[in-house]
């Protein structure tokens, strides 16, 4: 794999990455209401996640997965499914106070967090159609593994990235409301964005072959 091929890859994979979905929703909304190492912290998760479905699409289940209308829809109504339940608990969710954000953050469950991040990675299939889509165009036939572990790591890292500045933002964000009595707009947006990236996944089609 040669640098002139990562030099095109990182630009081109860092616009997925920095793509506002349902899991930049999550890091946002974490950094606003815990703070960045929260949310940083929540997010290895995710990385997980896609960890696991970039080693799906090596091996070529992730063509499968564009073949079969069956797999695909079980995973995008499940997914779509986990989004509109995350996103009405959300609404639901009594907002912290802000008096008491030190006490909630040392009481706050970082395995429910982590688990959201999980969740929401793994239940979108087109997560694994990017990998088997965009990955392709980079790679070199003749050291197949090794240019897709590349990839692979700098998609991760990039992520990482995506991941700390979208924190950060959100945690300038909860800033910014600083004096309120509570963060109940979050609860609010978040919620609401998290249905309705719900209602597109429902609606997504299965790419043809």
């Keep these: 794999m040669s640098l002139h091929t990562i030099l095109w890859f990182i630009p081109a994979c860092f616009a ?3 793509a506002f979905g349902p899991n930049n929703l999550l890091a946002l909304t974490n950094g606003m209401r815990w703070g960045v190492g929260v949310a940083l912290a929540a997010s290895m998760a995710r990385l997980a996640a ?8 090596a091996v070529g ?13 079980a995973i995008k109504w499940a997914g779509a499914a986990y989004l509109v339940w995350l996103g009405i608990k959300i ?8 008096e008491r954000a030190a006490e909630i953050r040392t009481a706050l469950s970082m395995k429910k967090l982590a688990q959201q991040e999980f969740w929401v990675a793994i239940g979108n299939p087109k997560a694994i159609l990017i990998f088997t889509a965009f990955f392709p165009q980079f790679l070199d036939a003749a050291n197949y593994a090794l240019s897709f572990t590349v990839l692979g790591v700098i998609f991760l890292v990039l992520e990482v990235i995506a991941i700390t500045l979208y924190a950060i933002a959100g945690r300038r964000l909860g800033r910014f409301a600083k004096g309120k009595s509570s963060f109940g707009w979050v609860n609010r947006v978040s919620g609401s964005m998290m249905i309705a990236f719900g209602a597109m996944l429902a609606l997504a089609q299965r790419p043809s072959m």
């Design 16 to 18: 997925l990455n920095m």
């Design 91 to 98: 609404l639901r969710a009594g907002a912290p106070q802000i």
């Design 61 to 73: 289940l992730g063509a499968l997965l564009i073949a079969s209308e069956i797999a695909f829809s």
């Design 50 to 57: 896609f960890a696991i479905m970039i080693v799906i699409t």
